[in-house]
């Protein structure tokens, strides 16, 4: 299977948001909208990455820093497709971007129920961290 690893660019995004209906339902939010993800991609510009095969797109990687740490979100792949290194490669690329920026460290968020993407973070070197919880806060004061 020939795989093409390439920018992702908001042109793309009908394409993409639909393969996270598939793989990634329960991390969506507004935040993945498409007026959002523009300004993620402006943000961050060429870090965040698709998988392309035979001109489908089958994988995604967002990618960023916010100057101090690099962040890895929807690490996903179709379900037909999985197992043949594609995430590997997106993960790769993406964090080769992040520390073509100076970045030395990249953090991803995961559920505590996902033993699949726990064993892909594991098998790239990712350490799991037992010393902290995450918070977070909807920014309507
Ligand atoms: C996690 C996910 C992105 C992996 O995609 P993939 O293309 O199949 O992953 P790769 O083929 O690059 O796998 C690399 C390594 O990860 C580990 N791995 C991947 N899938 C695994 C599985 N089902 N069980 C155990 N280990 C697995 C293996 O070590 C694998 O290497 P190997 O195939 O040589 O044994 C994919 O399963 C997915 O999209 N899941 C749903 C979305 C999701 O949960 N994303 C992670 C969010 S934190």
Request: glycine content about 8%; overall charge positive; aromatic content about 10%.
């Amino acid at each position: 299977m020939e795989v093409q690893i390439k920018e992702m660019i908001i042109q793309d995004y009908e394409e993409i948001f639909a393969m996270w209906q598939i793989t990634s339902k329960r991390a969506l939010s507004k935040a993945d909208d498409k007026k959002e993800i523009t300004c993620y991609l402006n943000r961050n510009k060429g870090m965040s990455q698709v998988a392309v095969v035979a001109g489908r797109i089958v994988g995604t990687v967002l990618a960023g820093h916010d100057g101090r740490r690099g962040f890895i979100h929807h690490m996903a792949v179709l379900p037909q497709y999985r197992r043949h290194g594609i995430a590997r490669k997106l993960a790769t690329t993406a964090i080769a971007r992040i520390e073509e920026d100076g970045i030395d460290k990249t953090h991803i968020f995961t559920y505590k129920d996902n033993s699949l993407g726990q064993a892909f973070w594991s098998s790239l070197g990712f350490i799991q961290r037992n010393d902290l919880f995450v918070y977070s806060f909807d920014n309507k004061l």
